[in-house]
């Protein structure tokens, strides 16, 4: 199995920073790599798939970047809906594991 | 609109059975593969198993492998998963999600609201 890694595992931010998130897969994965967000109680949202590729009715603030083993989630101004759970997500073999999250909270 | 919605979620002891129900509109069901995930209370998301659009592939992550089935009724645009023989590490929400494969790779693009399962005595 394709084992993925998040940094930070939390941060916190304020309100219009610029955030980046870290994932590394344990091998080469391409650019088969998605990001969701996930609030509390709710079911996760994608936002960036294939690496780079922002999903439709996604903020442009929210890009994507990466290829092989590390990729990086990042968020240019952070909005109030931005607080919530990040979790990236490998589709490069099943089983389509899942990073640990990363929980971006209000400074 | 694209919508899921899960049902079936229970209190069963373990050792137990129960089968969840995903259903699927606003949407082509049947040109769609559909997947099941789960998450653990206050943990991460595992995938658990993926149909084609036709039901002829599954897939499965082994730690699941021969306690649960995935199965679909395009006709009725619905999706299953039995559960069987329940353990108290499968409590968790279980997620519904639409996939769009694509060459290698897929994604998850559209999730349902998830339906509660707990394995307890």
């Known amino acids: 199995d394709i084992h993925m890694t998040q940094s930070p595992s939390s941060l916190s931010a304020s309100i219009g920073d610029r955030v980046a998130i870290t994932c590394r897969a344990s091998?080469?994965?391409?650019?088969?790599l998605n990001w969701y967000h996930q609030k509390p109680g709710k079911a996760p949202k994608l936002l960036i798939y294939?690496?780079?590729s922002l999903q439709s009715g996604v903020p442009s603030r929210f890009g994507g970047s990466g290829s092989g083993t590390a990729f990086t989630l990042t968020i240019s101004s952070l909005q109030p809906e931005d607080f919530a759970t990040y979790f990236c997500q490998q589709s490069y073999s099943a089983p389509f594991t899942f990073g640990p999250g990363t929980k971006v909270d209000i400074k | 609109q694209v919508e899921l919605a899960e049902s079936g979620g229970d209190l069963v002891k373990p050792g137990g059975s129960l089968r969840l129900s995903c259903a699927a509109s606003g949407f082509r069901f049947d040109d769609y593969y559909m997947n099941w995930i789960r998450q653990a209370p206050g943990k991460g998301l595992e995938w658990i198993s993926d149909?084609?659009?036709?039901?002829?592939?599954?897939k499965y992550a082994d730690s699941m492998k021969g306690r649960f089935t995935i199965s679909r009724d395009n006709a009725n645009n619905l999706l299953y998963l039995q559960l069987n023989n329940l353990r108290a590490e499968d409590t968790a929400v279980y997620y519904c999600a639409r996939g769009r494969y694509y060459g290698s790779g897929s994604h998850f693009d559209y999730w349902g609201q998830g339906t509660l399962v707990t394995v307890s005595s």
């Open positions: 294939s690496a780079s």
């Open positions: 149909i084609s659009s036709s039901g002829k592939t599954k």
């Open positions: 091998q080469n994965i391409g650019t088969y």
